[in-house]
Every structure is written in C-alpha cells, then in structure tokens.
C-alpha cells in the first residue's frame, strides 16, 4: 500500500472510533418529580420513616435534632417539580428543603415558619409551589424552590 492510502484508512479509521465513542446522549426533558399529595410517615423506634409508594427512606433524627425534640408521632413529606424534597411536622418551626443525591438527602433550606411551632401542618402541591396550611390557626405558606 502506498503512503496516502494508509493515511487515508488511518484518518478514516480515527474518525469512526472518535464518532462511535461519543455517541448520542439522551435527554428527556420537561420532567415533572412532583409528589401529587403529601406523605404522612409514622417513624419506628429508629426514627426511619419509609414511604413505600414513593421508594424514598431516611432518618428523622437530624431533623428532630435541629428542632430541640426527641420524637414526633408523624411527619409531611412532599416533593415538587423540580425535585426538591419538603418536610415538616406538628412542633415543627420550620420547613426542610432537600435535594437528593446520591444515598442522600441534602439540606438546600431551612425555611423558619413558626416561633411557636406549627399545629397541624399540611401540603399541597400547586403548579409552582408548595403550599403550607397549618388547619390549626388557617396560616397558609407558598414555599417556592
């Protein structure tokens, strides 16, 4: 073989590894995580919760650190559509904001929503926001992220 067609088969042959190797990535776009309706989970002695429809457990116990509290009988869990995870319960002053990774829950935000603790909280997911009601006192709360 002459010189110019082995350097016409090796660029050739650099090429088709260099555009196989790369590839088509797939996207899907527009994706909606939203919980439709909030989760109530009741701890077990280990403070896990475990929401079985949503295939999403965790320890509480970080959070009922934060809170000054030893153990809740339930806490709200919602998630919106960008994927962040909202929890709160009765006793509660704040609202938890997470994101999740990898065999993680991150704290984003800690949203401070009652010096005195909230009563009966209770989500709801609306088309940009979460919303709040505590059906104690009738506050209501958008919590955007």
């Known amino acids: 073989m002459n010189k110019q067609r082995l350097l016409y088969l090796f660029l050739s042959l650099a090429i ?5 190797a790369c590839g088509s990535s797939l996207i899907l776009e527009n ?12 701890p077990d ?4 919760v475990h929401d079985q429809r949503f295939a999403v457990k965790f320890s509480i116990s ?3 650190t934060e809170e000054n509290l030893t153990e809740i009988d339930e806490i709200r869990l919602i998630r919106n559509r960008a994927g962040f995870y909202f929890v709160t319960a009765a006793g509660f002053n704040n609202v938890y904001v997470f ?3 990898e ?3 991150e704290l984003v935000e800690k949203v401070f929503i009652s010096e ?7 989500f709801n997911q609306r088309e940009t926001y979460i919303e709040l009601i505590d059906r ?3 506050e209501t709360f958008n919590l955007n992220y």
């Open 16 to 20: 088709l590894l260099t555009v196989s």
């Open 99 to 101: 994101t999740p990774g």
């Open 62 to 64: 970080p959070i009922l």
């Open 103 to 105: 065999s993680v829950l």
């Open 136 to 138: 104690n006192t009738g």
């Open 45 to 48: 002695s280990d403070q896990m």
């Open 116 to 122: 005195n603790g909230l009563s009966q909280p209770a």
């Open 31 to 42: 994706v909606d995580f939203s919980q439709p309706i909030e989760s109530v989970l009741v």
